[in-house]
Every structure is written in structure tokens, then in C-alpha cells.
Nanobody, 124 residues
Framework: QVQLAESGGGLVQPGGSLRLSCTASGSIISINAMGWYRQAPGKQRELVAVVANGGSTNYADSVKGRFTISRENGKNTAYLQMNNLRPEDTAVYYC??????????????????WGQGTQVTVSS
């Protein structure tokens, strides 16, 4: 069993900052990638940022230059530092993890683990 624990959401004024964190725990052999998605009311879930095992990152165009994703491998934790927040960043943010889980035999690829979501609201 694998669990994801998210924290760090909240209410912030435009131009403010928040930091989200996501920690994966359980029967994890290795993590391929950790990322953040978001879903605003009435919209589809979209990729915000992802960091791969080797450290390479990818960002949505709308957050480039404002958001930074990082990873602490020894703790299976990813962070999303969000600066210069805008009202259009308001959404539920979900952690996503692609990993190999331990089994009784060979490691099993489990590419879609999701956190419970954390609300980010940017409003004056």
C-alpha cells in the first residue's frame, strides 16, 4: 500500500506565495516522477509541474518563472514553491506519483498514485 500526504494549501492574496508538499510512504521501491496537477471549478485537471527521478523538470507555460518544483529523494517528498500567485491559480492541487512498489515477487510499476488534493485560493 502506498499513501500520499499533501500539505500547504490555503488562502493567499494576489502576488503572495505558498509552498505545497507531498510525501509518499508505504511499500515503495523507487519513484520515477512526482508532480502536481490542478483542477479549477468547471475545468479539466491539468499538469502544473513534474520532476523526474533524474531531476529534470517540466512546467505548464502558465506557471513558468513563478512556480518551482523540487524533490527530496531520501524522504520521497516533493515541493511546489508557488510565487507571484494570481487569481487564476485558484484550484485544488493534487500530488501525483509514478513509482515502483514492492510485491512478494518483482517490483510492480504503479504509475498513477494521487493525493487527496489541497485547496489553493488566490483572492484579495
Amino acid at each position: 500500500q502506498v499513501q500520499l500526504a499533501e500539505s500547504g494549501g490555503g488562502l493567499v492574496q494576489p502576488g503572495g506565495s505558498l509552498r505545497l508538499s507531498c510525501t509518499a510512504s508505504g511499500s515503495i521501491i523507487s519513484i520515477n516522477a512526482m508532480g502536481w496537477y490542478r483542477q479549477a471549478p468547471g475545468k479539466q485537471r491539468e499538469l502544473v509541474a513534474v520532476v523526474a527521478n533524474g531531476g529534470s523538470t517540466n512546467y505548464a507555460d502558465s506557471v513558468k518563472g513563478r512556480f518551482t518544483i523540487s524533490r527530496e529523494n531520501g524522504k520521497n517528498t516533493a515541493y511546489l514553491q508557488m510565487n507571484n500567485l494570481r487569481p487564476e491559480d485558484t484550484a485544488v492541487y493534487y500530488c501525483h506519483v509514478d513509482l515502483y512498489a514492492a510485491t512478494m515477487t518483482l517490483p510492480r510499476r504503479e504509475p498513477d498514485h494521487w493525493g487527496q488534493g489541497t485547496q489553493v485560493t488566490v483572492s484579495s
